[in-house]
C-alpha cells in the first residue's frame, strides 16, 4: 500500500474544499480508476487569507479517503502532497514526483504514461525548466486566476504565451527521426503522458474562467485541451470541479514570449561549456576589492580527536575511490559528531545513496538521520543498502530542498555541487540547525531564487558585485593551483562570514588523510 496526503480546506460527505494541487492529485487518482493499493488522506488545514481553491464533488465517504488529523514521518517533514511509501521509512515530495509514485502504484495499465524508460518529469524543478513549469509555473497562474478576474489590459497571462509556443516548436524526444510528424500532438510530444493530465487542470481552469474556448490567438492550447478532455476521456473527471468564471469576454491580446520549448531546453540554466569568460583581470580585480576584508583562517575539523567505530558502513565505491571516500567521510561523520546531541534530528542533504548517512546513523544510534535527495535512482540505492544495514533510525526523503519543512537539528552535505551548497546553508540557518558542509564545484555558483552573492554583510559593504563574485567561483574551480586555493578560501570566508553575523561559530579547515593530503578539499563548520 501507499499513502498519498493532501490539503484540503473543508471537507462535506461529497464535496471538498481543497487548493489546486490537491484537485489535481485527486482528479488524476479519479482518471487512474483510484487504484486499490492507494489510501488517500485527506489534511484539514485553515486556508490563508486570499488563498485561491477549487471544489471538488467527490464522495469522501468510500474507503480509501480518510479524513486525518495526524501526518507520521517522513510525510510530515514536507509540504503536501506527500506520498509514503510502504516499507513506511521513504516518502516523496512535490506534485510532479507524488503523481509518478501515484502512477506506480495503480498496475500496468497506466505505466505508458510515465513515458520511454519511465523517465517522465523524473527531473526536479531545480534543475529542469519542464517540471518547474508543470508543477509551479501553471499552478501559480492559474491560482491568480481563480482569486480573480483579469482587469482591463486584457492580457493573457504569460503562462499560456509560453505554452502557445511550446505546442509550435517540433517536438524533442528520443529517436525523434522515426516520427513523420513533428508537430506536437501531446504536450511532449507523439505519446500521451502523465504531463498532459497535470496540465490539463490549471489549463482547464484557465480556459473555463477566462471563457477562453474559442480565443484564436492560443489555437493549440484549446486544439490540445480538447483532446485531452475528449479522446482521453477527462473531461468527465473534471466536471467534478466547481468555481465561477469571469462574467465578460475580453478582447485578449498574446504577450510576446521566447518561442522556445519548455521542454529540456532552459535559456537560463547554467551550462559549464557556456561561462563567463574571466580574465585574469576579473579575478584581480575582484581580489583586490576584497582586500580589507579579513580571510577566515583554516582551523582543525571538529572532529579531529574522535575516533569513529571500526565498523562504519563502507560506502559502495569502485576501489580506486574507497580509500579516498572514507576519509572524506570520516571527516565529516567526526564533525557531525562533535555537534550532535542525544534525540537530535540530522539531516543528510544531497544524500545521494546514502554513504554519509548510514555511518552518522550507525554512530548516533539515538539521532534520527533523514537521507534527503531529488534523484529518484539515488534513493532507490539507499533503500537497498538501509534493508541490508537494518537501521531503525533512517528515513528516506525524495524532495526538493524546498519541498523538507521539518525541523531539525543538525545538517549535513559531502559535495552539494555549487550553489547547492548554499541552498543547503540557509535552509540550515533559517531552522537554526547546527551546519557542517563540504562544498564542491564553486564554478557552479549562479544566480538562484534563495540567495543572492555575496552573501555576507562585510562582503556586501566591500562593493564587489554578484559577477565579481561569480568570477571568484570560477577562479576557485582552478583545482591544485595557488590561485584556485584563494578563490576556494574567498567563498567559503563569504559563507562563514553570513553565519557569523547570525550568531553562529565558525570553523573553516581542510579535510585531513593521506588520500587528499594534495586534494584542495574544505569543511565548513558552523555551530
Known amino acids: 500500500m501507499g499513502d498519498l496526503y493532501v490539503t484540503v480546506f ?3 460527505e461529497d464535496t471538498l474544499t481543497a487548493p489546486v494541487e490537491t ?3 485527486l482528479l488524476i487518482f479519479s482518471y487512474l480508476d483510484s487504484p486499490s493499493n492507494v489510501k488517500v488522506h485527506l489534511i484539514l488545514q485553515e486556508s490563508k487569507s486570499g488563498e485561491s481553491h477549487v471544489q471538488l464533488a467527490i464522495d469522501v465517504s468510500k474507503p480509501r479517503f480518510h479524513v486525518v488529523q495526524h501526518i507520521p514521518p517522513p510525510a510530515s517533514f514536507c509540504s503536501l502532497p506527500v506520498f509514503n511509501l510502504n516499507d513506511s521509512i521513504s516518502c516523496v515530495a512535490g506534485l510532479c514526483s507524488v503523481l509518478r509514485q501515484l502512477i506506480k502504484h495503480s498496475g500496468d495499465r497506466w505505466q505508458h504514461l510515465l513515458g520511454f524508460r519511465g523517465a517522465c518529469l523524473v527531473a526536479c524543478a531545480e534543475i529542469s525548466l519542464w517540471t518547474k513549469f508543470c508543477e509551479v509555473d501553471l499552478i501559480s497562474c492559474a491560482k491568480s486566476v481563480l482569486n480573480s478576474c483579469p482587469d482591463a489590459s486584457e492580457t493573457l497571462p504569460d503562462e499560456l504565451a509560453r505554452l502557445e509556443a511550446h505546442l509550435s516548436q517540433p517536438i524533442r524526444v528520443h529517436n525523434v527521426r522515426k516520427f513523420k510528424d513533428h508537430r506536437h500532438k501531446y504536450a511532449e510530444g507523439p505519446l500521451f503522458l502523465i504531463t498532459d493530465l497535470i496540465l490539463a487542470v490549471p489549463v482547464f481552469i484557465l480556459l473555463e474562467k477566462l471563457q477562453l474556448w474559442s480565443e484564436p490567438s492560443i489555437p493549440l492550447i484549446t486544439q490540445w485541451a480538447q483532446f485531452i478532455l475528449e479522446d482521453h476521456e477527462f473531461k468527465r473527471h473534471l466536471k467534478q470541479l466547481s468555481f465561477s468564471s469571469c462574467d465578460r469576454k475580453h478582447n485578449w491580446r498574446l504577450p510576446a514570449v521566447s518561442q522556445i520549448s519548455l521542454y529540456k531546453r532552459d535559456p537560463t540554466r547554467y551550462k559549464p561549456r557556456h561561462k563567463i569568460f574571466t580574465q585574469q583581470s576579473d579575478i584581480e580585480s575582484s581580489l583586490d576589492t576584497l582586500s580589507a576584508v579579513d580571510k577566515i583562517p583554516y582551523g582543525d ?16 565505491v569502485p576501489d580506486k575511490r574507497i580509500e579516498r571516500k572514507i576519509q572524506q567521510l570520516s571527516n565529516l561523520a567526526k564533525s557531525t559528531l562533535k555537534v550532535a546531541r542525544v534525540g537530535d534530528i540530522v539531516v543528510d542533504f544531497c544524500s545521494g545513496s546514502g554513504h554519509l548517512g548510514f555511518i552518522l546513523a550507525h554512530c548516533l544510534p539515538q539521532c534520527t538521520i533523514v537521507l534527503l535527495d531529488n534523484k529518484e535512482k539515488s534513493l532507490d540505492r539507499a533503500r537497498q543498502r538501509l534493508i541490508e544495514l537494518n537501521f531503525s533510525n533512517v528515513y528516506i526523503v525524495q524532495a526538493n530542498l524546498d519541498y523538507y519543512i521539518g525541523k531539525f537539528n543538525v545538517g549535513v552535505s559531502l559535495h552539494a555541487c555549487g550553489v547547492a551548497t548554499d541552498l543547503v546553508i540557509w535552509k540550515c540557518l533559517q531552522n537554526k540547525a547546527s551546519i557542517v558542509v563540504c562544498p ?3 564554478g ?6 534563495v540567495v543572492t552573492y555575496p552573501q555576507s554583510p562585510e562582503y556586501k559593504e566591500s562593493g564587489l558585485s554578484e559577477r565579481g563574485y561569480i568570477v571568484l567561483g570560477h577562479c576557485a574551480d582552478q583545482a591544485g593551483s595557488e590561485q584556485g ?4 578560501q574567498v567563498v ?4 562563514c562570514l553570513l553565519a557569523v553575523s547570525l550568531g553562529y561559530d565558525v570553523t573553516l579547515a581542510k579535510l585531513v588523510g593521506s588520500a587528499l593530503k594534495f586534494l584542495p578539499t574544505k569543511i565548513l563548520i558552523f555551530s
Open 301 to 316: 575539523p571538529f572532529g579531529c580527536e574522535i575516533h569513529l567505530p571500526p565498523d562504519i558502513p563502507v560506502p559502495d
Open 440 to 442: 564542491c564545484c564553486y
Open 492 to 495: 567559503d570566508t563569504d559563507r
Open 23 to 25: 484537485a489535481i492529485c
Open 444 to 449: 557552479g555558483i549562479q544566480q538562484n531564487h
Open 10 to 12: 473543508d471537507v462535506d
Open 485 to 488: 586555493e584563494k578563490g576556494m
